[in-house]
């Protein structure tokens, strides 16, 4: 049986009628999508959209990348398990021994991977949870503007208001800290919170986790030193507390290498990853634990999808296509440095400032009125990209990785002239 797309007149006017009002990227992009390739796609009318909000980031390796798409239709139709619970099978143990062998076992990391349910809420559900257990404290420590998921637990340990806002319950256990650079360059947010975790009368209870993002993706792009998030780590051993990085949106390659914070000298004790993992969209959460931390009862954590084996064989081939070497990696590497300079070189037009880290960007522009405004031109003119921060101030890229470097800057000229128009300027020809 195929579904036919030509007996039904597919119509905007059945999601207003059907589909529940919380949607909300439809509201910025308001055409009917059927097709994507790489970092392309396409409305039901035939136009191209340049792809730079990329599922936030769900899409580092583009819409149904060739090879990807290629194991995934040989293994459906070889009738591979395509629903197992957490049961083993085939795909899942070729997930798990090429991650352990070309990411963890290189990067010198030992790590156990527990399969959470597909979303990165519930990767973020089993670390709270995980941390909670070891530790058998209840406080977790997350910072201003982070962002980790609207389930109940999850939602306590994000800032955003928003979406604070629809719990109808309190949220509770969670403790905020100012992050890196909150409160300008001069005041070293790390020292105050270990200043009041080692006070008795500080008000924090000894915590369990300190959870952080070394990018925070939807809460404005701000990037966390190195030495602060080493500081962190630090006050996390220091006061019994495992230190989690939640690197769902800055991991599989966003911020340059597989991990947002290779280089930096961290050992998280827990990782979540979500997002890019299966490298084709489908959904797939994991969090990693060190391996003294792994004290689960079988089926504490339970969840009927824990296991998306068709994301366990688009995931082994993306970490076999991308991460077998560091070509990727390096051509990643390349492609920020050119982002970088051209956003720089509107940002210095207009005195914007760039955020983020590798092809995890955006610009500051003040209010959340002027960011949309530019976005919507970008729409109208074939680019879709959104928002993020507090107030939504940023205009945030997102671009695939594997863009060609043609697509990227044709994309950027758009997001150039948006910025032009709004900001009453003229484009200032560089050559
Ligand atoms: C850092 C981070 N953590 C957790 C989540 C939640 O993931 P999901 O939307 O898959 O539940 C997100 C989603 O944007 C995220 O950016």
Known sequence: MTISKTNRPASIATFER?????????????????????????????????????????LNYGHNDPDLKAALVDYISADGIAHGLDMFTDAKEGFLSTFDRLILKPRKMDYRVQMTGPTGANAVEAAMKLARKVTGRNTIIAFTNGFHGVTLGALAATGNGKHRGGAGTPLSGVTRAAFDGYYGPDIDTAQLLDRQLSDPS??????????????????????????????????ARKHGALFIIDDIQAGCGRTGGFFSFEGMGLSPDIITLAKSLSGMGLPMAVTLMRPQYDVWKPAEHNGT????????????????????????????????????????????????????????????????????????????????????????????????????????NDGLDILEDAFDAALGAHRIAAE
């Not at 509201?27 to 936030?56: H, N, Q, W």
């Not at 925070?216 to 190195?226: C, D, K, R, V």
């Open 305 to 408: 999808f824990r296991g998306n084996n068709h994301a366990f064989v688009t995931a082994q081939a993306a970490l076999e296509k991308f991460w077998a070497d560091d070509a990727f990696e390096r051509e990643v590497a390349a492609k920020a440095d050119d982002l970088g300079s051209r956003l720089q070189a509107i940002a210095d037009r207009y005195d914007l400032t760039v955020m983020g880290r590798g092809m995890m960007r955006g610009l500051k522009v003040g209010t959340g009125q002027l960011a949309a405004s530019i976005c919507r031109t970008c729409f109208a003119n074939g680019l879709i990209i959104e928002t993020s921060g507090s107030h939504d101030e940023v205009v945030k890229i997102l671009a695939p990785l594997t863009i060609s470097n043609k697509q990227l």
């Open 18 to 58: 059907v589909e529940s009002q919380v949607r909300s990227y439809s509201r910025s992009f308001p055409k009917m999508f059927d097709k994507a390739v790489g970092a392309t796609i396409y409305d039901i009318e035939g136009r191209a959209y340049t792809d730079f909000l990329a599922g936030c980031s769900t």
């Open 202 to 235: 500080g008000g924090i209870d000894a915590p369990a986790a300190i959870l952080v993002e070394t990018v925070q993706g939807e809460g404005g792009l701000n990037a966390a030193s190195a030495p602060w998030l080493r500081k962190i780590e630090a006050i």
